[in-house]
Each structure stands twice: as structure tokens, then as C-alpha cells.
């Protein structure tokens, strides 16, 4: 296994691009499933999560190839409806190949994800939507056996909570059902924004893009078609407090600001320098060396303040002056990188779902050894080790290459000292 070791307290200057979304990108993928013919994908970042639903799709019996950024994928030879749990268990996000597999064959088998680092996480929203459309739902050794005789029925779905993977993969079946369905409190994350375009492009009729009610009227076929995949808001989240806490005067290209609006709010709240351009971000810091104020963030669904981002802004709370609360309402376990920090220096508290940042004002954490848990608790570590005096190995680090394109080349394009080796 390989481990990232970090010698830290070095600002950061130059550019970085920012890829694809890997959020955008895994439903985007999942959505090739639902036509037969060529798919083009332009700005699909090479990830171990990529990877891992392409290995579905050909499981499945679709073919693809990639020539940079680009995938082609042939969605003519679907011959398969099951989802093995050998593939599941690596990436939750494989449940995406449920509705479209709903869709276009009338049945899926798909292994039940399981519990995972960050929260319970069931799937009870995606199947009660089915249920919706016609769609029985059974649960038979691990496995959701889903089928239908026919063509999905349009049908209404609410969710008590926005979920952005269930509100996916409900637009996908919807797609081709017979007739009108209507998703109220659907999740409005800009990577949704990005499939209606997809499915649209494709033949499909949806109103309400970017809206919490989402209409789609069922089409009886799709074709494939071009798509772009956004960017990746995530990290170019990630870069921009990487700067913050490290110093430095950087800008985050290829980004989509207007898909960052409450981190922008808190990063200049915390007297970080933020310049917003239309396609990036220039961000402005001396780290440690100022007085980077303490702000509290609360998360919750779009356009709230992303929970794939908390860990990262509290990794930044370690050196502000005074205290921050940091509360978490997504997912129920999502502060697993605290006791890593905490080895750091880091002055940190929980109380139920808040932490307590106590900041070190001014005093610098301090590189250790540390264990990432899962992959946005191990960026936070990142930027940890690159605000950090010394060096930080963080173990683990296939967490990290799940959703952060050529992560080491980036950073080390930025003047931080950061290199892989074996554990
Ligand atoms: N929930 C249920 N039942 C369901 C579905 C969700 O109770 O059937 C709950 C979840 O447990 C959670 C809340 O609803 O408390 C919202 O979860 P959501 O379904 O929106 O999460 P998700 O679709 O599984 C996606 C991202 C996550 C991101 C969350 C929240 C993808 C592939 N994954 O997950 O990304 O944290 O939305 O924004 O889009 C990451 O990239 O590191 C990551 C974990």
C-alpha cells in the first residue's frame, strides 16, 4: 500500500486546473446504460472511482475507451441486469446502474452497498421511488432484486430528505416510464444540473432543472449523445482552503465558482482573499501568518455548505483565532478525521453531531503520522500536513485516489513538497 508524505509549512503559488467531477461524472456514465449507440463523455477525470463503474459497464456488456479526457461508450451491447456485490462494495455510487438498468431492461439485481465509513447510508429513498413507478422491490441475500413486467409507470415520489444519487437515479428510470412523473424535494447539487442536461440531450423531457420539482415526462426510447462532464467543485473547494491554511496566492482554474457560493461566503468571512473570475478562483493567504478568523459552518444540501467539504474548512479552524462550530447534519459519522488532527495538535471537541474548534492562534500544527479514513477526512489531512512545521505521512492513501485527479502532481505544481511511498 502506498502512504503520501508531506513537508509541510511552505505557501503555495501558481495555477492549478481543476478536472472533471467525479460526482457528475459516475451518473453521467451510469446514463450511458439507457441507450443503445455511442455515448461521447468530454472531461471525465481518471479516478479509482471512474474506473470502478466502467468495470460495471462492462460487466454489464457495454464496451468503452478513453483518449484523454474523452470516453466513448457503446451502450449497444447491455446483456446483463445484475450488479455483483465484488464491485459494489468498492464504490456505493454503483446503485447509479439501478434505474437505468430498470429502464431499459425491466430488471436489476444490484448488491446492497452496506454500511460505510461516513454514515449508514441506505438506499430505502431510491427503492421507495421505484416502488413508485411500478417497480417491485425485493431483498434477497445482500441483493435488491427490482423488475417489472413492461415499461416503468410515470409516478410521484417525494423524498423526506434531498438525495442527490436518489433523485439520479430516479430521473434515469423516469426517463423511458410511460408517462409523467413528478419528484418533489428532489436534491438541487449542480451535479444533477449536469445529468437533466445529459438525459435531455438524449431525448428525454425534464422541467424543473436545478429546481427541488423535477417533471419528467417518459419518452419511449433515447439515442446517445455528447456530453460534458462540470467541474469538480469539490475540489476546487478543497485547492482553495488547501491555500487558505498553507498561505500562499494561487489560482484554481477550469472551476465553476457559482457551484461554490457558501464557501466563498466563509472563506472571505475568515479573512481569506477571494478574488472570483467566471471560470476560476484566485485565492489569497499568508496561512498562519495572519489572523484567519473563526467561522462557523453548518452542512446541509445544495446550495448549503457542502458536507464534502467540512472536513477540509475544520482542518482550517485548527489555526484561527478563537472557535469554531462545525455542524454536521448529512451523514451521522462524518468526523472521523478529528482524531487524526487531533494527533496534529489540533484542539477539537465533539458534542453529537458539532465540533468544537479551538484554534491554535498562530501556532502551527504539527506533521505526524496519520490515517486516512475516507477520502474527503483524507484531504482534510492534506491540507492539515501542508499548513503543518514538519513532515506528515498519511496512510491509506487509496482513499484519496478515489476522488482527487493526480493529486501529488498538482500540489507539487503548486511548490509543495509532497511524494508517494510505499507503506
Ligand atoms: N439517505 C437515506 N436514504 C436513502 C438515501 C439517502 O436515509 O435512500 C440519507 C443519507 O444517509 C444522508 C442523506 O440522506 O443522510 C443524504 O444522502 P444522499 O443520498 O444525498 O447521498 P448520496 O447520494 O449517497 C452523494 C455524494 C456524496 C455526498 C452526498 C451528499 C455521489 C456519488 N455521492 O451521496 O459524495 O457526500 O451526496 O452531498 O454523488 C464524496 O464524494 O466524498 C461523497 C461521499
Known sequence: MEKLVIEGGKPLHGTVKISGAKNAALPLIAASLLAPGVHVLHNVPDLRDTRTILRLLESLGLSWEREGTS???????????????????TMRASVLVLGPLLARLGRAKVSLPGGCAIGARPINFHLMGFEQLGVQCDLDSGYVDASIDGRLKGGRVYFDIPSVTGTENLLMAAALADGTTIIKNAAREPEIGNLVDMLVSMGAKIEGKNSDRLEIEGVEQLVAAENTIIPDRIEAGTYAIAVAAAGGDVIIQDCEPEHLPSLVEKLQLAGIGVEIGVDYLHITSKGTDQEIKAVDITTMPYPGYPTDLQAQFMALMTCCHGVSRVHETIFENRFMHVAELQRMGADIQIDGRSAMVKGLVGNMLTGAPVMATDLRASSSLVIAGLAASGRT???????????????????????????KENE
Not at 71 to 89: H, M, P, Q
Not at 393 to 419: F, M, N, P
Open 71 to 89: 470516453l466513448r461508450i457503446d451502450g449497444t451491447g447491455l446483456n446483463s441486469s445484475e450488479a455483483s456485490y465484488e464491485l459494489v462494495k
Open 393 to 419: 505521512d498519511i496512510s491509506r492513501i487509496y482513499h484519496l485516489e478515489r476522488g482527487y485527479e493526480d493529486i501529488v502532481g498538482k500540489l507539487s505544481g503548486l511548490g509543495a513538497v509532497v511524494w
